[in-house]
Each structure stands twice: as C-alpha cells, then as structure tokens.
C-alpha cells in the first residue's frame, strides 16, 4: 500500500471522484473535496482556454477559504485531467496553467504520461495515468508516475476488459506507487473492497453522475436512475476507442452497433468527442445500483457509513 502523504493526511475517505468529460466542473469538485474526497474534472471542460484559469483560480480560492475556516475538517486536495494524445491541440498551453496553479494531482489519460510527468514534478504535484492493462501499466511506471490507475471492466468512460481480482495483484507486484482502482464501484462496501484487494484509493465516476452538482442533463441522470448494467454497451462506434454508454442515448442519436455495413473508421479527436459525448451518454455497469440523484456531500457521507460499516 503506497498512498502520499498529502493524501493520506487529507481525505475522510480512499476515494477519488473520477474527472468526466462534460460532466465535471468546479462545483462538483469543490463539493467533494470538502467533504474529504478527491475530487477532480478534465481540463478540456473548462472552454476556452480562459476559463481554465478562471476554475482553477476560484478551486484553489474555495479550498483554502473552506481549510481555514474548518481547520479540524479534511479538505481533499483536488485534481485535473490531461489528455495527452497527440490529437490534443490544448494540452501544452493546460500544463502551463497547471504548473502556474501548482494543481495538486494530475490525471493523465489516452497516450503517454511522459512529458507531463516532469512539468508536474517540478513543483512537488502528483501524477497519476490511466491504464487498462499490464503493458501500459509498466509504460506508465517506466515513464515515473505517481501512481495508475486500473480502469477494469464494466467501467464508464473509455473501460478495460480486465478483471480486477488479477490485475490489483499484478500490478502490485510490479509496483510500489499508488494503486486506484476503477470500474462499478458505487458503494462504500466497493470502496473497502478495493483496499482489501490491494488497491489505495477507490476511483469512482459514473455514481457521481447522479449528483445535483453534477454538470449532466436531467435527461442523463433521469436516465442513468433507469438503467440496468445490461443497458450498458461497450462499443468504438461513438469515437473509435471502445467505451460504455447506455443503449437508450445510443438509440436517440441513431448509432446501431449491430449494423456491420458501416465500415466507417473512427479516429480518437478530443474536438469530435465533443459532439458525440453531448449527446451519447456514457455510464458503466454500476448503474444497476445507482436509483437517485443526492448532493455530493449526502452522497459521501452515505459511502463513508457503509465503508465504516463494512
Ligand atoms: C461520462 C463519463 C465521462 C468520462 N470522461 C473521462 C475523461 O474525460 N477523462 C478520463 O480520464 N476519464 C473519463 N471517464 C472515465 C472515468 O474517469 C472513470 O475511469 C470511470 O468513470 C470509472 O468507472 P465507473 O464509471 O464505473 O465508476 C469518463 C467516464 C464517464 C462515465
């Protein structure tokens, strides 16, 4: 078990409100890390450029007003997520402005960590990359992340095929940084699991979609207290990287995945995820579980009496 000091100081609970796109914005996050939870959103959510330095000029206000003002409270740090394929015309003028606001925890995803490893470094942050299975895991550690996260099957967003039972204990092997461990989990229960299984910290996204501070539509949460995990389908149709989204959005924007006349080749492009993810919604397979919509801070209080209790 490997968890940061600056971490393991600062959270009520071992678990990280995942960044999603379109759905995280500053308010999500400030409610989460004051209520002792990492809370994070991706950067390519804050547009133009501008704005990016407006949120992370207003986070790192809230957070310290909110510290010194409940000094026996924890306040999470909080995080921001890069996307580092090459298609990402943002992402040196975002590593500037992380560095310029010293963003305590980078999440990097979709590429390699690399470069921005030694950016976030130099002022003492943390990064932590995304993978899906062992070869990208060692080719995180290689290029000295913090940690990595293991993003297993059945989780929202771009998801693995990998069963957590064996890729924890793996991993583990193999490393002594961070392990965060990512797919379904949606209850405090998931959370003590993924410690017992050799993880640090749980990392949850599609539960916080259901949230009031949530950025999605209520159409989106509406339809995500609907859903069973045998709505979630797992397809590269939507932006040529294979992902979960529920069947009800895909049928609404006309994208039959059992149509195999359409030869078309998608290309991952952060500007045509834009379009598609505004409109396709995705969710992982915990939407079994997930049947309404609290505030952030009723949310954690509930994961943390059944993490308690668990
Ligand atoms: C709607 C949605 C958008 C997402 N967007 C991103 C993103 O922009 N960057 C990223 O690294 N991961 C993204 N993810 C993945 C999450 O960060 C996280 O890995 C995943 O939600 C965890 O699985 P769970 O949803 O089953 O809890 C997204 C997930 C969802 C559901």
Redesign the pocket.
Known sequence: MSLPASLKDNLALPLVA???????GPKLVTATCKAGVLG?F?S??ARPIEQLDTWLDDINKDLTEHKTNNPDSKTAPYGV?L?VHPTNERLLEDVALVQKHKVPVV????GHPGKVVEAVHSYGGLVFH?VINMRHAQKAIEAGVDGV?L??A??????GLMNPFTFVPQVRDMFDGTILL?????NGRAIKAAQVLGADLA???????ATAEAL?DDGYKTMLGEAQSKDIIYTDKVSGIM??FMQGSLESAGIDISDTSDKKKFKFAPED?RKA?KHV??????VGEINDSPSVGDLIARLKSEYDAA
């Open positions: 995942a960044p999603m796109f379109l759905v995280s994070t991706p390519l959510n997520n996307i999440i990097t995803s979709v995304d996260i993003v297993c059945g989780a929202g967003g771009h998801a990512a797919g379904t989990l949606s990392y949850m996204g599609t539960r916080f979609i999605a992902a979960n995820e993810w919604w995705s969710a992982g397979q915990g």
